[in-house]
């Protein structure tokens, strides 16, 4: 059996899971291994998103001698009506297994995210205690607003119906208008998964004082998609002592492809370099 798709780089690359020679992804939307050195780093896109995100970091890091993985979230890659039969464990044992086989070729490994991946990161950081550091970029950990004490019910009681409807999601969030052009990602969301990073937002914020890894948290200073509260929640209740929250200035939510990503990545890389 051979890949449907070449993946850029240069080094010994692989896809990240035999399925990932199966499935009909879409045009960027495949995951990605590039092995390098004896440093790796897994790259987690965001919600409805796809390793497209992440994949020019990845390439960055790995022109700098990191091995990087980047994932295809459960139900992400292909079609929002694969996403629909998935929730927060689903996308939580992807992550899992992705960075169980990057210890397993890497002496030290990073976790770095986007969104619902900076989300995915911080969970991750509060049960592998293997991890040299996190990097978590426009994570949501809560929603703030008069429907708040809706949400919850939502989650465990909503007709059944009702969660297999999806909803249209607005265009990626990001200043730079001329980074859309081919920007990859579900144009609809299912609202089982909505109400499901709802819940996930609440489990993971309960756990992060047991954050010990060096972190770095950063975030736009505009984020149409994350309120900006989230990244000094994060800075402030992780019990992390090297730790660093950044913002950015000319960057909406999607802090890997907007006007300051070359910025964002030397930063991680810098942020790596520092910590092997």
Not at 116 to 138: E, F, Y
Request: a neutral charge.
């Amino acid at each position: 059996m051979r890949l449907k798709n070449k993946f850029r780089g240069t080094g010994s690359v692989c896809s990240l899971f035999c399925c990932a020679m199966e499935k009909n992804w879409m045009p960027g939307g495949e995951p990605f291994h590039i092995r390098k050195g004896s440093v790796g780093c897994l790259l987690i896109h965001g919600f409805t998103g796809c390793p497209y995100e992440m994949r020019e970091l990845g390439e960055y890091l790995a022109e700098r001698d990191i091995t990087v993985s980047g994932p295809a979230l459960a139900g992400h890659g292909t079609s929002h009506i694969d996403m629909a039969a998935t929730r927060w464990p689903d996308w939580y044992a992807t992550v899992r297994q992705a960075l169980d086989e990057l210890k397993q070729e890497c002496e030290s490994v990073f976790v770095a995210g986007l969104s619902l991946g900076g989300l995915q990161s911080l969970h991750l950081g509060t049960h592998d205690r293997d991890i040299r550091g996190i990097v978590s970029m426009a994570a949501p950990v809560g929603v703030r607003g008069a429907m708040v004490p809706l949400l919850r019910p939502l989650v465990q009681y909503t007709p059944v119906k009702w969660l297999h409807k999806y909803h249209k999601s607005p265009p990626p969030d990001l200043k730079n208008k001329e980074a859309l052009n081919g920007f990859v990602s579900y144009k609809y969301a299912p609202m089982a998964c909505v109400l499901s990073i709802i819940d996930y937002m609440r489990h993971v914020r309960e756990d992060l004082n047991e954050i010990t890894a060096p972190i770095l948290v950063m975030q736009g200073t505009v984020d149409h998609t994350v309120q900006t509260w989230c990244a000094d929640a994060i800075y402030a209740e992780v019990s992390s002592k090297d730790k660093e929250l950044v913002r950015l200035e000319n960057t909406w939510h999607v802090v890997t492809k907007d006007f300051e990503k070359l910025a964002v990545y030397e930063k991680i890389y810098d942020f790596i370099r520092k910590r092997m």
